[in-house]
């Protein structure tokens, strides 16, 4: 039995959530648990970009005229819409039996527990066997659930789980997302000129997939129950002290900052 400490939080702001996410992989080395769990809501619409990932095509104007904040991720993979759908991040070092020096091992494991969570509400889901993106620029990929990649999860052949990753020698950060319904005036003019109905298609949502409305909290006890049942000791817990005035100072000085945002490469987190 591995203990499993769970953070629960309100809703917040993106830059606060990914400064928290952060935070935890940071000082997961302190915990005495196996790992953070955490799953978590944004307090509004807001859109979360993977790493790598460019903002050419933003449609800044809509997102200012309709107040949606955007945030660069320290995992990879591809722009998250948050605000009607379920996040949830796992920090850990070598002491999770999560860990494996092969992402494609660690995400495998996740997808292993993460069915048997959605099965839980009425979803069967498949695991997608390898990537389907292809190279190059493709906006109509821009949004994570218009493309799988490995050990990702698929309901009725529609994406409905995605996750990104960022991993050290000894530690490692899992984000996810399970949309719980589809805002699709906000995919569709997110980005200038894109207004292509068929990406729509390839995202499945909890509330296709069980023509009912599950609320967040249920989902997210839910969630961490499905742990409990697979071999982890459930342990409520907060921030330390030493993560709360780490994500506060990241939140600040990091994930508002434009420079992060705009062109990482060139942030210098102690300039």
């Known amino acids: 039995m591995y203990d499993l400490r769970v953070v629960?939080?309100?809703p917040v702001d993106i830059f606060t959530n990914m400064a928290i996410d952060e935070a935890l992989l940071l000082c997961c080395n302190d915990t005495i648990t196996n790992g953070t769990l955490r799953v978590y809501a944004a307090n509004k619409h807001s859109l979360s970009i993977g790493y790598f990932q460019s903002i050419a095509g933003l449609d800044f104007d809509y997102m200012k005229r309709n107040d949606i904040d955007y945030v660069r991720r320290i995992t990879g993979g591809r722009a998250v819409l948050h605000g009607d759908e379920m996040t949830f991040s796992f920090a850990a070092d070598t002491r999770s039996p999560f860990y494996h020096p092969s992402i494609t091992k660690i995400t495998a494991a996740f997808a292993d527990i993460i069915r048997k969570f959605l099965a839980k509400i009425g979803i069967d889901t498949d695991i997608?066997?390898?990537s389907n993106i292809k190279r190059g620029s493709d906006s109509k990929r821009f949004h994570c659930f218009s493309a799988s990649t490995r050990n990702?999860?698929?309901?009725?052949?529609?994406?409905?789980?995605?996750y990104a990753l960022k991993k050290s020698k000894d530690s490692f950060l899992l984000q996810g997302s399970i949309p719980i319904k589809i805002n699709k005036e906000i995919y569709l003019n997110i980005m200038k000129g894109y207004k292509d109905m068929s990406a729509l298609d390839k995202i499945a949502c909890v509330r296709d997939c069980t023509g009912e409305d599950i609320g967040f909290e249920d989902m997210r006890k839910l969630f961490a129950r499905t742990f409990a049942e697979n071999g982890y000791n459930i342990v409520s817990g907060g921030l330390s002290e030493k993560e709360l005035a780490l994500y506060d100072k990241l939140a600040a000085k990091k994930y508002r900052s434009a420079l992060w945002n705009n062109d990482p490469g060139r942030y210098n987190a102690d300039g």
């Open 152 to 162: 990702e999860l698929l309901a009725g052949g529609r994406k409905i789980v995605g």
């Open 128 to 130: 997608a066997p390898a």
């Open 8 to 10: 629960t939080l309100p």
